[in-house]
Structures are given as C-alpha cells and as structure tokens.
C-alpha cells in the first residue's frame, strides 16, 4: 500500500505550458517535502512545508500544503525544458521521511 | 562542502553472486540513510543509522542484505546472494540530526542483476 500517492505518474508537456501535481495521503505529516531527481542522480530538495496550508514559492515553482497536512501540490508556471525530470513528494512521520512514487515530468522545446 | 560519496557507480552482477556499495556521508553528518529505488518508483528506506547505531530497518531484507556503519561515519550495504529483483539504484542519504528534515543525497549506485 502507497502512503503517499503522486498524480499523475507521467506527464509530457510544451515548454511555456503551466502543470501541477499532486501528492495525497489518509494519513496527516508533521512536513511534506519536494524533491526533484535527475537520470543518474539522487534527489535533491526542493521546498520543506510544515504548517497547515503554507505556500511556498520558488521562482515559478509554487508549493502548497493542504490545511489538514495530508496532501500537498506542486504547481510549475510556464514550464522549461530544464524543468523535465521526477519529481518527488516526501512526508516525514514519526522521524522518518516516506517517499511517493513519483511524477516523471517532460517538457519539450 | 563536498557532498554524500557513493561508489561504484555501476555494478553488473549474476544472481546469487554477491556485491558491496560504499558511502561516505556529508563531514559531521550523524544520520545515514541507505534506499532502494526500483526504476520509475520513488526511494524505499531500508536501513538507517543514528551515528554507528541502527535507527530502524524494518524494511531491510534480513536474510540476504546487510549494512554497517562501524565508525558512525562511513557505511557499507551488502547483497547476498542477488536476486533479479534486486535490480535497482541503491542510494545513500545523510542529514545533521535525523528528524525528517534536509537529506542529502549521493549519485546512487545502479545495480543490475542478470
């Protein structure tokens, strides 16, 4: 059973296009976090949110924690082929970080 | 700073052989971690280490992996014998204290088992 599931798993899109992704769970976390990963690399994080609805932003990247800390978004503005790569959203409970599947994004030229 | 050292990069084994990753955390790090990320899946935490103590490895396949971290600073992770399933990148991670904060991750070492 997935703790935390990311949606959608796969997404191709044009460069200039807007996205966003999803990241839920029944269970509630004390911070969510966001990762990104490149092919041959480990991730590498992007944003950590610990209180009930935050929303971060980083350049055109905008994180969001939902109100009830159990699911979160990562929405990409006008998205760049420098951007392509899996995303990951990962929950920290009980001293432990969990990590969902992923969301492999493509962005085309 | 230098970053969380992994190696090999790449292993190419046949099953029921045996094989050994290495990492060498971030200086000062008190925390390693030690995943396995089967290709198009998120990271699975098989063990991690609170300096040369083991935090949780609730996940760790006991009977043919097994990890140390002698010193509290450098680990080692070992298959055997591999199975095809263990096919994976095998990735290691530290941070500063251990709570579910910042971790940093190594390149990982891909593992193919024929």
């Known amino acids: 059973t997935q703790l935390l599931e990311q949606s959608p798993q796969f997404l191709s899109i044009q460069e200039g296009e807007n996205l966003t992704v999803y990241c839920n769970s029944s269970s509630v976390f004390s911070s969510l976090q966001w990762y990104r990963q490149e092919p041959g690399e480990g991730p590498v994080l992007l944003v950590t949110?610990?209180?009930?609805?935050e929303v971060k932003k980083l350049k055109r990247l905008t994180f969001q924690f939902g109100d009830a800390r159990k699911d979160s978004s990562l929405h990409i503005t006008a998205a760049q082929p420098g951007d392509t790569g899996l995303y990951l959203c990962?929950?920290?409970?009980?001293?432990?970080?969990?990590f969902g599947q992923g969301t492999t994004l493509q962005v085309k030229p | 700073e230098a970053g969380v050292a992994q190696s090999p990069r790449y292993k190419i084994i046949e099953k029921r052989q045996s094989v050994a990753f290495w990492c060498n955390p971030i200086?000062?790090?008190?925390?390693l971690y030690w995943y396995q990320q089967i290709l198009g899946q998120g990271p699975k935490l098989l063990i991690q280490f609170q300096n040369n103590g083991v935090v949780d490895d609730s996940q760790l396949p006991k009977d043919r992996f097994s990890a140390e971290r002698l010193k509290g600073v450098d680990s080692t992770l070992k298959i055997q014998p591999a199975k095809l399933e263990d096919s994976a990148v095998y990735l290691c991670?530290?941070?500063?204290?251990?709570?579910?904060?910042?971790?940093?991750f190594g390149s990982g070492t891909q593992l193919s088992v024929l």
């Open positions: 990962a929950g920290g409970k009980a001293g432990k970080l969990i």
């Open positions: 991670a530290s941070s500063s204290w251990g709570g579910a904060e910042k971790l940093f």
């Open positions: 200086s000062g790090h008190a925390t």
């Open positions: 949110v610990v209180t009930g609805g």
